[in-house]
């Protein structure tokens, strides 16, 4: 066995208690924080977020000479979404929707799970909920929300204004915890404690200036040792 795989192995071995407490005690608190922990589920939609063209206009083949300004005003649309998306007057509208469609949830909830990314003019839309439906309704109910609130949310007051095309229905994307979901956040929890723990023992190994083996005095020497004088 090389020399060095045997001072690792020696290290390792002056160290073994706390190197698997650890891992164990890590494993232990994160099982008892996740235990019983509801899965959330998550419902992913897609659309396209422009401002509408006026009705005078909405005939005309090519596009009005305003045109480029309601481009411009649609990037500052998008910019607000996602303050608007978290916001309790938004929460509020789609409360009342999700009431109706027989899924209610609390604006603490609604605020909570809805999380908006833009890019460019696309909006991508996740809803989070304890159940597939109430994911579902949330993602359908905030669309719903925005195109019949539109430019209301800014001030305006009407309602509409906002033209909104879904690129992509709403579909669960994926479940957030659950056991399968604790399991693997344990076991990660606790390689990476183990792997803190081996680095903490070298480091400490490092800084200990006590002799522990010949080839250690060897080493820090330069001579080699002719007898052990053996512990009494």
Known sequence: ????LRLYIAIMLRFW???????????????????????????TTR?????????????????????????????????????????????????????????????TAIQAGLRPEVHHR??????????PEAAQALAQAAVA???QGGLRYWGQTQPGGIQVALLDPPAITQVLGGTRALIRDVAIRMLLALAVAVGFAFLVHYLDDRLYSVQQAEEWSGARVLAVIPKE
Do not use: C, K, N
Request: no cysteine; hydrophobic share 55%.
């Open 47 to 107: 659309m396209l977020v422009t401002q509408a063209r006026e009705a005078t206009y909405a005939d005309v083949a090519l596009p009005e000479m305003a045109a480029g300004a309601s481009w411009a005003a649609s990037s500052y649309i998008l910019d607000d979404l996602p303050a608007l998306f978290t916001s309790a007057t938004f929460a509020a509208d789609v409360a009342a929707l999700l009431e109706a469609a027989g899924q209610p949830l609390t604006l």
């Open 1 to 4: 066995m090389p020399i060095q």
């Open 122 to 131: 696309a909006v991508t839309l996740r809803a989070r909920a304890g159940t």
């Open 145 to 147: 929300a925005l195109d």
């Open 17 to 43: 208690p706390f190197i698997l407490l650890l891992p164990l005690l890590t494993g232990g608190v994160s099982l008892a924080a996740g235990w019983g922990a509801p899965a959330q589920y998550e419902v």
